[in-house]
């Protein structure tokens, strides 16, 4: 898929990279025209491929350090629009690139199939397990029948029948979160889109099997809760997780979502890796490679099935009963506070 995406804040970066691509350019049509190997050059025996090769180490290590100042000071509205690159791999990306033998499981046996969840038994390094995850799509027809990501509710209740064989199977179930909510039209809501999505917050809060989910894109709200109440929580280093996306809060807000509010909205709403991380809200960060997941995907999932090996193999060692008290404390933390009185804090 040949896609030309540009992000603002990338600019000088991107002009970095056309300098790097006529520098090869040029070092290729001299190497054709004199023959020569390129690993065997040097200034004396031809100065102008000595010259080129220069010149690309040169701009390589700028076009790095570029990538790396840019993106270790990324705002919050920056971060959003990272993780919504239509380069940035998807779960279809991660099943193959990490998931071997996969066997997907299709259909809620109520009303139909959802294209937007994907579910499939497969395994994850030495991990046999259940993968579901979010699918946006990537060519525009690809995009239409999976709704961009926004589920229905036959696609919660799908994961969750896929969820209950894992658990009879005693598999740890994975999930991959990258939606921007669930689907809000009115078919999605006749068939029971609320009551899916609470149905599987109560489900998988009570699920005797292990449960790890990874944000990988974007996190939006109960859409993105409904395959993620999980024992262990991470986000990629450059995805987003908030009760709503900063369009939407800059709608209610200022009534207004342009460039100022949307910024003010991604400001407000903590919605980083680094801010959830520090409010509680997930357990890891999985750093991405320099330039975000969509420059080097191997290496992203390459982290990421990393990190779900290492978490899967963790929480077998914990005894079941004890790993569903964990797992209802750690969702009843969330939000709690502690007032002091007058008389306290005088």
């Given at each position: 898929?040949?896609?030309?995406y540009?992000?603002?804040?990338?600019?000088?970066?991107?002009e970095?990279?056309?300098?790097?691509?006529?520098?090869?350019?040029a070092?290729?049509?001299?190497?054709?025209?004199?023959?020569?190997?390129?690993?065997?050059?040097?200034?004396?025996?031809?100065?102008?491929?000595?010259?080129?090769?220069?010149?690309?180490?040169?701009?390589?290590?700028r076009?790095?350090?570029?990538?790396?100042?840019?993106?270790?000071?990324?705002?919050?509205?920056?971060?959003?629009?990272?993780?919504?690159?239509?380069?940035?791999?998807?779960?279809?990306d991660?099943?193959?690139?990490?998931?071997r033998d996969?066997?997907e499981?299709?259909?809620?046996?109520?009303?139909?199939?959802?294209?937007?969840?994907?579910?499939?038994?497969?395994?994850?390094?030495?991990?046999?397990?259940?993968?579901?995850?979010?699918?946006?799509?990537?060519?525009?027809?690809?995009?239409?029948?999976?709704?961009?990501?926004c589920?229905?509710p036959?696609?919660?209740r799908?994961?969750?029948?896929?969820?209950?064989?894992?658990?009879?199977?005693g598999?740890?179930?994975?999930?991959?979160?990258?939606?921007?909510?669930?689907?809000?039209?009115?078919g999605?809501?006749?068939?029971?889109?609320?009551e899916?999505?609470?149905?599987?917050?109560?489900e998988?809060?009570?699920?005797?099997?292990?449960?790890?989910?990874?944000?990988?894109?974007?996190?939006?709200?109960g859409?993105a809760?409904?395959?993620?109440?999980?024992d262990?929580?991470?986000?990629?280093?450059?995805?987003?997780?908030?009760v709503?996306?900063?369009?939407?809060?800059?709608?209610?807000?200022?009534?207004?979502?342009?460039?100022?509010?949307?910024?003010?909205?991604?400001r407000a709403?903590?919605?980083?890796?680094a801010?959830?991380?520090?409010?509680?809200?997930?357990?890891?960060?999985?750093?991405?490679?320099?330039?975000?997941?969509?420059?080097?995907?191997?290496?992203?999932?390459?982290?990421?099935?990393?990190?779900?090996?290492?978490?899967?193999?963790?929480?077998?060692?914990?005894?079941?009963?004890?790993?569903?008290?964990?797992?209802?404390?750690?969702?009843?933390?969330?939000?709690?506070?502690?007032?002091?009185?007058?008389?306290?804090?005088?």
């Amino acid at each position: 898929m040949a896609v030309y995406y540009q992000l603002d804040f990338e600019k000088p970066v991107v002009e970095l990279e056309r300098s790097i691509q006529n520098a090869e350019d040029a070092l290729r049509a001299r190497l054709a025209a004199t023959g020569a190997p390129a690993e065997s050059a040097n200034e004396s025996e031809d100065p102008e491929i000595f010259r080129l090769l220069t010149q690309i180490d040169t701009l390589r290590s700028r076009h790095r350090e570029q990538l790396e100042s840019l993106y270790s000071t990324l705002r919050p509205w920056d971060t959003v629009r990272v993780a919504r690159h239509p380069l940035r791999p998807q779960t279809r990306d991660y099943v193959n690139m990490i998931a071997r033998d996969f066997t997907e499981v299709h259909g809620d046996r109520r009303f139909g199939d959802d294209p937007a969840i994907v579910a499939g038994f497969c395994r994850i390094g030495p991990v046999k397990c259940l993968l579901i995850g979010h699918q946006k799509g990537k060519e525009t027809s690809e995009k239409i029948a999976c709704h961009f990501g926004c589920a229905h509710p036959e696609g919660y209740r799908k994961a969750l029948r896929a969820m209950k064989l894992a658990e009879k199977f005693g598999l740890p179930i994975v999930t991959l979160v990258d939606t921007p909510g669930a689907y809000p039209g009115l078919g999605a809501e006749q068939r029971g889109q609320a009551e899916a999505i609470a149905v599987n917050l109560l489900e998988m809060s009570r699920l005797q099997t292990q449960i790890v989910s990874i944000v990988i894109g974007e996190g939006g709200s109960g859409g993105a809760l409904g395959i993620a109440v999980a024992d262990r929580v991470a986000m990629l280093q450059n995805s987003w997780y908030s009760v709503i996306s900063p369009e939407g809060c800059a709608a209610i807000l200022w009534k207004e979502a342009n460039e100022q509010t949307n910024n003010a909205a991604a400001r407000a709403l903590k919605l980083t890796s680094a801010d959830n991380i520090d409010l509680g809200i997930i357990d890891a960060v999985i750093k991405e490679p320099v330039g975000g997941a969509h420059r080097d995907p191997r290496g992203t999932a390459e982290s990421l099935q990393n990190w779900v090996v290492n978490e899967v193999h963790a929480l077998k060692k914990i005894p079941l009963d004890q790993l569903l008290q964990q797992r209802y404390d750690r969702f009843r933390r969330m939000g709690a506070y502690t007032e002091q009185g007058n008389a306290a804090m005088a």
